[in-house]
């Protein structure tokens, strides 16, 4: 249980452009997701906490304009990297919070990641 | 502040030798402690975790990891190496106890040499 998926795996893009991201929970609801971000041979950052029907929450340092989220069903919360430039260039993680019937805490599971590289 | 350390930042260790990973967090109250790895171009998946309980928590895949509050360490543990175990380990405390305000070490590199 608990599987989380992300699409696309990789995407190539413009400078300029902006790229969407998909975080899906496939076997279970989530009313909270995050997203991270992970540069080389480094730890995860988070980036927002995304809340089904509400605005996400930025951690501080990320501009929201610049990574939107939607987090409109209790599968799917959706990244979107707008007017992206190089340095945007990065692994995105998504994870979505769980609780199993095994047991009796939250716990976040996580998504495949996405490769998004700027050109 | 909260804080996790993993204090190596690479370990190589022989096919069918026995491994710890070190793990020590600076948090004030009763953690949540996690250990998660990741194969190269992959997301997170979750070894093992430990809220409450026994110290001694086991995992998948053959790991287990120790809570040590009066050394404030959680440390992975494997008794033999397997070469598919070569990953990046995170450890990991969550702040909240909610799942919510997960800090992550910077990772241990694995390396299994034949």
């Known amino acids: 249980g608990a599987v989380v998926s992300q699409h696309p795996s990789r995407v190539i893009c413009k400078s300029g452009t902006s790229v969407k991201i998909e975080c899906r929970s496939l076997d279970f609801q989530a009313t909270t997701m995050f997203w991270y971000r992970q540069f080389p041979k480094k730890s995860l950052m988070l980036m927002a906490t995304?809340?089904?029907?509400?605005?996400?929450?930025?951690e501080q340092g990320v501009e929201k304009d610049k990574f939107l989220i939607n987090h409109a069903s209790l599968t799917l919360s959706t990244l979107t990297v707008t007017s992206a430039h190089p340095e945007d260039s990065s692994f995105y993680i998504c994870s979505a919070l769980a609780r199993l019937t095994s047991g009796n805490t939250d716990t976040q599971y996580f998504g495949p990641g996405t490769r998004l590289t700027v050109l | 502040a909260q804080s996790v350390t993993q204090p190596d930042i690479h370990i190589t260790v022989s096919e069918g030798a026995s491994l710890e990973l070190r793990c020590n967090y600076s948090y004030g109250a009763t953690p949540y402690l996690f250990w998660y790895v990741q194969s190269p171009g992959q997301g997170l998946q979750l070894l093992l975790k430990y809220f409450s309980g026994d110290t001694l928590v086991q995992g998948i895949k053959g790991f287990e990891a120790e809570f040590k509050r009066s050394q404030s360490s959680f440390n992975l543990r494997k008794p033999s190496v397997h070469w598919s175990d070569a990953a990046e380990y995170f450890c990991a405390v969550d702040t909240n106890q909610a799942g919510t305000a997960l800090i992550f070490g910077k990772g241990t590199t694995l390396s299994v040499s034949s």
């Open positions: 995304s809340n089904e029907g509400s605005k996400a929450t930025y």
